[in-house]
């Protein structure tokens, strides 16, 4: 159960140890020393290459395992043409180039357009990199991370950290996302024996 140490504990606790976890780990700090360069407007680094890392760290797994890409969010809505997004997507593909795993950039200003052709449902019209993770499908995905002006780790947690620390993937039914909670649900305990899921 060792696992569990930090379940429990006060937010700020687990914001200091979170943050020391993906700090500690070389491929989510090259992740974020890259996305910090690439100088996008209102970027985000959120979701599995940070649970997942954190999960590693304390189940004993090697940096990286696990995990399929790092995605890394930023708002723009000064154009929101498919072809000013690839754009960005083409030169952080080069900026990104050495990097144990992919980076999926995605302009958040752009989601309401192409979500319902891909998943049949609205979302909502976000206004800034942040907001989108309040809609993941499970609370215990919704985590982001990046450089502030200062050079210091911000960190965007709308539900919190301990479902993260407590190995416990929880729904988010601000939408219909079960199939999504569930099918991601069960990806990570093939992964994570010790997680547990609750059902949507």
Same mark, same amino acid.
């Given at each position: ?31 974020? !020393?890259?996305? %910090?360069?690439?100088? +996008? $407007?209102?970027?985000?680094? #959120? ?7 954190? =999960? ?35 030169? !952080?593909?080069? %900026?990104?180039?050495? +990097? $144990?795993?992919?980076?999926? #950039? ?7 357009? =192409? ?48 479902? #993260? ?36």
């Amino acid at each position: 159960m060792d696992h569990l140490r930090y379940s429990g504990l006060p937010f700020e606790a687990q914001r200091v140890v979170f943050l020391d976890i993906v700090l500690a780990d070389a491929l989510v700090r090259e992740a974020l !020393a890259r996305a %910090h360069t690439l100088d +996008l $407007p209102d970027w985000l680094v #959120v979701s599995g290459a940070l649970y997942n890392t954190v =999960w590693n760290h304390l189940t004993g797994k090697p940096s990286g395992y696990g995990i399929r890409d790092v995605d890394l969010f930023y708002f723009d809505d000064a154009d929101l043409s498919y072809e000013a997004e690839d754009a960005v997507i083409r030169r !952080a593909a080069v %900026h990104f180039e050495g +990097l $144990p795993l992919p980076v999926e #950039v995605r302009n958040q200003a752009r989601v309401h357009l =192409w979500y319902p052709r891909k998943f049949g449902q609205s979302c909502p019209r976000y206004t800034n990199s942040s907001e989108p993770i309040s809609h993941f499908a499970s609370k215990t995905h919704a985590v982001g991370v990046r450089y502030d002006t200062d050079g210091q780790l911000d960190l965007v947690a709308p539900f919190g950290l301990d479902d #993260v620390f407590s190995f416990c993937i929880t729904p988010n039914r601000v939408m219909d996302n079960r199939q999504t909670h569930e099918t991601k649900g069960a990806r990570a305990r093939e992964n994570w024996p010790e997680i547990s899921v609750v059902p949507w």
